[in-house]
């Protein structure tokens, strides 16, 4: 539900703003843009704090120099100007607060990156040059706003990149780089730290998309960019055992679920000690517990689980 809100903010104030830099601009001969879903949006996975990871792609006609309006633009300038007011538009403070915070980093390039990419560059970009972990942040890639033709393409150019075959042992060693890199600069403070917990939600985002990876060269079947849904597809493929993506499932859910009530209930990192007997029992119900002690109980062995199956799925280092 968070994901269909944000979804329908940014199709509605991208075709707003759109219409408002034509009005002092006019139009690149061919024009367009499309913006990409990244992260939690992309993957439908949003809780009420989640900002809006984003990519915006153009195209034109060849040989289009600047738009036909009284004050021309150069195409790269027009698409750039109209990115950067859709996300004027998503983070402005207003008397009613700001509607999401806009996180740039996933595109190309990352923050050195122009903040709307060419069609021309993103597919080189994804095809030639593209890291590992920018590989893994694709899997969840879901173009939401644009016409259709352009979307298309955008859609075809994220799908080569992910099919493309690829060195799996060296795949699998990045993934397992990447994750003890974040045990290192982000550790745990507790296994309530459900995300950054070893063999918490970031051990099974890294285990579905590392083998989305080496997976869909052979089966594209495996993308899916929901981690729940990507879980079920895995195993149809046989890339993970029945059991594996039970466990992996359950884990999720957990996860998910915990996390949705303490993104709305709690500022900063979650203090059970600290925590009412209201919060602790609406914690317990979207645990599908009878207690909050239950799910104290439960919430390490299922971690180590994780853990486990990541050690054997992925690798360690």
Known sequence: AFADVAEAAVVALSDATQEEVA???????????????????GGREMTAASDLDLIFVYDHAKGAAASDGDRPLAPSV??????????????????????YDVDMRLRP??????VAVSFEAFAKYQAEEAWTWERLALTRARVVAGPAELKARVEGVIRAALTTPRDNAKTLADVADMRAKLDRERPAKSPWD??????????????????Q????????GVLNVNTLKALDALAAAGRLTASQADTLKSAARLYQNITEVLRL???GSFQPAEASASLRALIARAAGAATFEQVEEKLTPIENDVRALFVALIGSR
């Not at 027009?78 to 509607?99: D, H, K, N, P």
């Not at 990876?213 to 594209?220: G, R, W, Y």
């Open 23 to 41: 009005v002092s601009h006019g139009r690149v001969d061919g024009g367009a843009m499309v913006v990409i879903a990244m992260g939690r949006l």
């Open 78 to 99: 027009y698409f750039a100007r109209t990115s950067q007011r859709l996300i004027s538009a998503l983070t402005v403070m207003t008397a009613e607060g700001e509607l």
């Open 109 to 114: 390039s990352g923050n050195k990156g122009p």
């Open 194 to 211: 459900l995300k950054e917990a070893k063999g918490g939600l970031f051990d099974v985002e890294f285990i579905v998309q590392g083998l």
């Open 213 to 220: 990876l080496v997976q869909a060269p052979q089966d594209v």
């Open 265 to 267: 209930t709690v500022e």
